[in-house]
């Protein structure tokens, strides 16, 4: 008696939920996945860094508030506020 697996590859299950890709569906998913990992990436690196939204925003100039948005994804931070905040935690991004 065999049993089928009914394991997926990652790529078939974003197919079948949002169709393929360059579709306007799939497009959105991923840009709303994005944007969702651009704010646990500030999020993880300021709780790494051990400082408060409050000193994160009087180190960078940016909001509280927006901060508080951007960790919960609310919104996405433009490029330039995203590297300000990443600067005024010490860290640094590294495109390879």
């Known amino acids: ?3 089928k697996s009914k394991i ?3 790529s078939k299950v974003l ?6 890709i360059g ?3 799939r497009e959105k998913h991923e ?3 994005l944007d969702f990992y651009a704010s646990q990436i500030l999020l993880h690196n300021r709780k790494e860094s051990k400082i408060t939204q409050k000193e994160l925003a009087k180190k960078s100039g ?3 508030t927006y901060i508080s948005r ?3 994804g609310a919104i996405q931070p433009t490029f330039s506020t995203f590297m300000k905040l990443i600067n005024a935690m010490g860290k ?4 390879v």
């Open 23 to 25: 579709t306007p569906k």
């Open 92 to 95: 640094q991004v590294e495109i």
């Open 62 to 64: 940016v909001d509280k």
């Open 15 to 20: 197919e079948d939920e949002f169709g393929k």
């Open 8 to 10: 997926k590859s990652y």
């Open 31 to 33: 840009a709303e996945a």
């Open 70 to 72: 951007i960790e919960t």
């Open 1 to 3: 008696m065999s049993v």
